[in-house]
T-cell receptor
Framework: DQQVKQNSPSLSVQEGRISILNCDYT??????FLWYKKYPAEGPTFLIS?????DKNEDGRFTVFLNKSAKHLSLHIVPSQPGDSAVYFC??????????FGKGITLSVRP | EPEVTQTPSHQVTQMGQEVILRCVPI?????FYWYRQILGQKVEFLVS????????KSEIFDDQFSVERPDGSNFTLKIRSTKLEDSAMYFC????????????FGDGTRLSIL
């Protein structure tokens, strides 16, 4: 069951540059999409979300883009900072129901 | 900032024993969830709870599992007779009921079945 896919297991970026994390989904019933950040030994921390009626949502250094026709979303972090190094999960839900998660991507930001 | 708290952080139990994982959701939240993450795998949904009853459950959530909100603050997950394959991180989450709102997660309980 791969309704939410994060195809790249890892990404390494230089500090100050842009990090782009990608996510694809297959279930057209999903209407709310979220990004979570996770450090070791901690739970997922909510980062940013987007409703299916929008194509962009911005919060400080973080922007999420949604392309419904392609069933694709991406998280942009600019500028990237070493403290951003973590595992990032894409998640989706329909009708405010359960979250379906991707496998996650490990972001490393090099100083 | 209010947060979801989970206890214990690590639970070691013999196979076949009962285990109860505890969670205190954020106080004004009305929807509660349990998820688990087996090592190296995705975070998987187990069950959602609203208005004192289960609103949705996954196929993982079989008769060995139960949830309860025994008072106004706690939300528990019970596994009646644990199996080796129940070893995982168990995460509790909650959200409020105002439209599309994110779920907020606790730091999890690491369950190790011996």
């Amino acid at each position: 069951d791969q309704q939410v896919k994060q195809n790249s297991p890892s990404l390494s970026v230089q500090e100050g540059r842009i990090s782009i994390l990608n996510c694809d989904y297959t279930n057209s019933m999903f209407d709310y999409f979220l990004w979570y950040k996770k450090y070791p030994a901690e739970g997922p921390t909510f980062l940013i979300s987007i409703s299916s009626i929008k194509d962009k949502n911005e919060d400080g250094r973080f922007t999420v883009f949604l392309n419904k026709s392609a069933k694709h979303l991406s998280l942009h972090i600019v500028p990237s900072q070493p403290g951003d190094s973590a595992v990032y999960f894409c998640a989706a839900t329909g009708a405010n129901s359960k979250l379906t998660f991707g496998k996650g991507i490990t972001l490393s930001v090099r100083p | 900032e209010p947060e979801v708290t989970q206890t214990p952080s690590h639970q070691v139990t013999q196979m076949g024993q009962e285990v109860i994982l505890r969670c205190v959701p954020i106080s004004n939240h009305l929807y509660f969830y349990w998820y688990r993450q087996i090592l190296g795998q995705k975070v998987e949904f187990l069950v959602s709870f609203y208005n004192n009853e289960i609103s949705e459950k996954s196929e993982i959530f079989d008769d060995q599992f139960s949830v309860e909100r025994p008072d106004g603050s706690n939300f528990t997950l019970k596994i009646r007779s644990t199996k080796l394959e129940d070893s995982a991180m168990y995460f509790c989450a909650s959200r409020d009921d105002r439209g599309s709102q994110p779920q907020h997660f606790g730091d999890g309980t690491r369950l190790s079945i011996l």
